[in-house]
């Protein structure tokens, strides 16, 4: 299994910011179709952010604020997270899907993933 590695995840006052990044890691496995979930206890797996095909989406509550972009020489991809807010609390994690289709939204139709990173906004 291709297991993803993000990082940049901390702790930051309300309004701050963080980026986060994800790649391959060891494995050599093309950065394509990657989206960004977060999750917190009790709750679902919610999806943020996703790239692929010249294709972005957003989750509404994160449009204006998140920006998904990759760094195609570093085989890498990233969130700018902008004018976070407590309600932005959470394990954020990268994955991949291998094609395609269902929705970018649904952690079910993404096959590989990263460990998390935990995000944490005060206020």
């Known amino acids: 299994q291709v297991q993803l590695v993000e990082s940049g995840g901390g702790s930051v006052q309300a309004g701050g910011s963080l980026k986060l990044s994800c790649g391959a890691g060891?494995?050599?496995?093309?950065?394509?179709?990657i989206g960004w979930f977060r999750q917190v206890p009790g709750k679902e797996r919610e999806g943020v952010a996703y790239?692929?095909?010249?294709?972005?989406y957003y989750a509404d509550s994160v449009k204006g604020r998140f920006t998904i972009s990759q760094n195609i020489a570093k085989n890498t991809v990233y969130l700018q997270m902008n004018n976070l807010k407590p309600e932005d609390t959470a394990m954020y994690y990268c994955?991949?899907?291998?094609?395609?289709?269902?929705?970018?939204?649904?952690?079910?139709?993404?096959?590989?993933w990263g460990q998390g990173t935990q995000v944490t906004v005060s206020s």
């Open positions: 790239t692929g095909g010249s294709s972005t």
């Open positions: 060891k494995y050599a496995y093309s950065m394509n179709r």
């Open positions: 994955a991949a899907r291998r094609s395609s289709g269902g929705s970018w939204s649904d952690p079910a139709d993404f096959h590989y």
